[in-house]
């Protein structure tokens, strides 16, 4: 084992990863007092524009360094692996999905919203954005094998964990008694609530136009994926 293999690559992303989930969570905590002061659109953009930036430099600072350290594994020559980690990443989307569904509000055309969902996804899990972000960190970390990938996709965990926490407390202040009933009928766990009885699956509630989008999303990215591995490697971070 090489003494050398804990690069300096491996502090920078947990850098950018603390940065990231500081500024993200805290913007999502200050939401109700900023959109008081500026109001929810320009509030929406602001948190936009700090966000996008911080991720996308996340997001290429990980394709670059993603083999950086001690390679624990290397499992990409076993014919099995490669679908597994595909169809990992396609179901990850669809957990986070749920964005797509006001993309008028993202965009601040619309006035931005906090929603109580109770149907779809949620009936699966209340947070699938966590949900998504672990199953995308499992197959990303099974393909690369690096200490650098185990890091990143921990620290990834650790704050969509933490955004569980975070995101309950906040509908909790938002909607009081509603979230309550909410939570006593929906799991954090996938399938949870399901298999005790405390909700079931309705599955017309998945025929919408947002899975289409997300359907083409998924194919879109295994199309361009080389792409955009060579694209992110032109940036010298």
């Known amino acids: ?7 300096s690559s491996h502090f920078v992303m947990l850098g950018l990863l603390l940065g990231f989930a500081i500024a993200h969570s805290g913007l999502a905590a200050l939401r109700p007092w900023g959109e008081s002061k500026i109001g929810a659109r320009v ?6 524009l700090v966000s996008i930036p911080l991720a996308t430099v996340l997001i290429i600072y990980f394709f670059n360094h993603r083999y950086d350290g001690l390679q624990l594994w290397m499992v ?3 014919v099995v692996v490669k679908p597994i980690v595909w169809i990992l990443s ?3 989307f669809i957990f986070l999905y749920p964005a797509t569904f006001n993309l008028l509000e993202i965009a601040a ?3 931005p919203e906090v929603h109580l ?5 949620i009936r699966i899990t209340r947070h699938p954005q966590m949900v998504g972000q672990v199953i995308w960190c499992v197959g990303h970390t099974l393909w690369l ?21 975070h995101g309950d407390r906040r509908l909790l202040a938002r909607y009081g008694k509603s979230f309550e009933t909410v939570r006593s009928r929906t ?9 005790q009885g405390r909700q079931t699956l309705e599955f017309k509630e998945f025929f919408r136009w947002a899975y289409l989008g997300v359907g083409i999303f998924i194919l879109l990215l295994w199309q361009i994926h080389p792409l955009l591995m060579r694209a992110t490697g032109n940036i010298d971070w």
């Open 187 to 195: 799991s954090v766990i996938p399938f949870l609530a399901i298999a």
């Open 145 to 165: 094998g690096t200490s650098f990938t185990l890091l990143t996709s921990l620290g990834l965990i650790l704050h969509h964990l933490f955004a569980v926490w």
């Open 76 to 78: 990409q020559d076993v």
């Open 1 to 7: 084992m090489s003494e050398h293999w804990l690069t």
């Open 109 to 111: 055309i619309q006035k």
């Open 90 to 92: 396609a179901i990850s």
């Open 43 to 48: 509030y929406r953009v602001l948190f936009a």
């Open 117 to 121: 969902y109770e149907t779809g996804i």
